[in-house]
């Protein structure tokens, strides 16, 4: 682990040291004792790791707003370097119309407050009504089938590439109602979008990219919302280009950046869940067997599985008011990093929080969804998916293993997300 003093160890982990993203549980047992509301200099906002804590501060939505939660944006930071610097490049300059125009600036769902977020949350909530992903489970397993088809007869795969990308980058794809063809320039938006989050100074070539990417994705989804206006379909972009509360629209900015936050939400963490599980049958004694013999256990797997590693580690919220949590005073307009894994981990809610257990009562209690007013609104899809995908798993192959010398588990370079770039299995095709 990281030597130094818990604030070095915070800090090594704010700059995406890859040992202290591949461990950060030590860091933030250690904040919650010391300093469970702490302030971070180098991130110049609170960090808060008490489950209470952080329970408390994401349902009062009063004296906390979530308009920043990937963070406040330091303008010495090297993506606000990197923007100005392509700010002068005059090829860059209808990408920074688009930038400037649409999603980038629109308060939506995961950056919006009430009332706007609850009138927000109205008008998509048939997206994700239980019957539309009732409806989707055949689906589901077919392309769970076709993919496991693909690696099972090999006897090893790198997971992440061979399933975990594929997966959910499909389904969402199919919820939205675009052609999967495009999956792949799906999966580079998607991935360039997420590039500022948990990641404050990127290259000038990755900030180029997130440009771009973004400038291309809003045309493409703009022109495919004017065309559900026209002629609506059973999918998410028709629900949302046709949304109405109280007889008012969406405008055009709400919609491209909710359809942004689908596509992004959609895949990259349910990717991270997939990973993390496949991770955990590789490596736990026992557990394939388990859940094999029961199966009542796979929902609870998954519950356990997020609550040991959060795909979204924890999001921001920001003062609205001068107030206090718990013994700390906080300003208005003070940031704080709610650490959603550091709260999945704390002992007075889950006891023995660091040893993985298939069979702990309060699982189901974790915050890798978030909780309250912003609870994830795609919870019930990435579920479904973990376990369709689960199920059939275990139903293909056994003897799950971890592949000698192929793996250098090296997180994604992000210390607010949670996911191996990799995983390289073994495993047996079951008879």
């Keep these: 682990m990281t030597t130094g003093t818990t604030e070095e160890k915070l800090d090594a982990l704010i700059d995406r040291d890859q040992e202290a993203i591949g461990c950060p549980y030590p860091i933030f047992s250690s904040l919650r004792s010391e300093s469970p509301i702490h302030f971070s200099e180098k991130l110049g906002t609170w960090v808060c790791t008490r489950y209470e804590d952080i329970m408390e501060i994401l349902h009062d939505t009063d004296r906390f707003s979530s308009l920043m939660p990937t ?5 010495r930071s090297g993506f606000a370097t990197a923007m100005e610097e392509l700010a002068a490049d005059p090829s860059m300059a209808e990408y920074f119309q688009s930038f400037l125009a649409n999603a980038a600036n629109a308060a939506v769902l995961l950056n919006a407050d009430p009332p706007e977020h609850r009138r927000q949350r109205k008008a998509v909530n048939r997206a994700f009504r239980p019957t539309r992903l009732r409806g989707m489970e055949p689906m589901i397993e077919d392309v769970t089938k076709n993919l496991l088809d693909k690696l099972v007869t090999k006897g090893e795969s790198e997971f992440v590439a061979d399933f975990a990308v594929g997966l959910p980058m499909t389904i969402i794809a199919v919820a939205l109602g675009v052609e999967t063809d495009d999956l792949g320039t799906f999966k580079k938006w998607s991935d360039d979008l997420v590039m500022p989050v948990g990641n404050p100074d990127p290259t000038t070539e990755k900030v180029r990219d997130y ?16 065309l559900r206006r026209e002629e609506a379909q059973e999918d998410i972009i028709s629900d949302v280009a046709n949304a109405e509360v109280n007889e008012e629209m969406l405008n055009e900015a709400e919609m491209l950046s909710m359809l942004q936050q689908f596509l992004v939400a959609g895949n990259e963490t349910t990717t991270k869940l997939l990973t993390n599980l496949m991770h955990h049958l590789a490596v736990e004694d026992g557990l394939e067997e388990n859940l ?11 519950e356990e599985g997020l609550r040991f590693e959060a795909p979204v580690g924890g999001l921001f919220r920001m003062a609205k008011e001068d107030t206090t949590v718990g013994e700390t005073k906080l300003s208005e307009g003070d940031h704080i990093w709610l650490i959603f894994a550091a709260a999945n981990r704390d002992p007075e809610v ?3 929080p660091d040893e993985f257990s298939v069979n702990r009562e309060n699982a189901r209690d ?26 059939q798993i275990l139903s293909r192959i056994e003897n799950i293993r971890l592949i000698e010398g192929k793996n250098n588990f090296e997180y994604e370079d992000t210390f607010v997300l949670r996911g191996l770039k990799e995983l390289h299995v073994a495993f047996d095709v079951r008879e």
């Excluded at 309250?372 to 973990?386: D, N, Q, S």
């Design 366 to 391: 974790h915050l890798a969804f978030g909780h309250g007013e912003h609870f994830c609104i795609g919870a019930t899809l990435a579920r479904l998916e973990a376990r369709i995908a689960v199920d």
């Design 211 to 226: 440009l771009i990417s973004l400038s291309q994705f809003n045309e493409f989804f703009g022109n495919l919302l004017e």
């Design 350 to 352: 889950f006891p023995s």
């Design 292 to 302: 094999r013999k029961d199966p009542t256990l796979i929902d609870n797997f998954i």
């Design 71 to 75: 963070g406040p944006r330091d303008g």
